[in-house]
């Protein structure tokens, strides 16, 4: 869905999307934030060995629970 559409749905006397949809946006937006200082981190060369191992890890999480959270967007307007 268009973020626009999206957010004119929110603001609407519609039920859907609603509030699970925007806290899970709100969600999404946080991972997405976190996943690119992340990589800006990792970008950079004095970033090494154990350090750097991490950082992937906590991208990886951040970007599973990213796709969890837009699923349920798209669940709670479908609810």
């Known amino acids: 869905m268009d973020i626009k559409v999206f957010l004119d749905g929110l603001a ?8 699970g949809s ?3 946006l709100a969600g999404c937006l946080g991972c997405g934030l976190g996943s690119m200082v992340t990589r800006i981190l990792l970008s950079r060369s004095g970033i090494r060995g154990a350090e750097k191992a991490k950082l992937r ?7 599973k629970a990213r796709g969890r959270l ?6 709670d307007a479908a609810v």
Not at 57 to 63: C, N, P, S, V
Not at 70 to 75: F, G, M
């Open 57 to 63: 890890q906590g991208l990886r999480q951040l970007e």
């Open 70 to 75: 837009a699923a349920l967007i798209r669940k």
């Open 22 to 24: 925007a806290a899970a």
């Open 12 to 19: 609407s006397a519609d039920p859907a999307p609603g509030g």
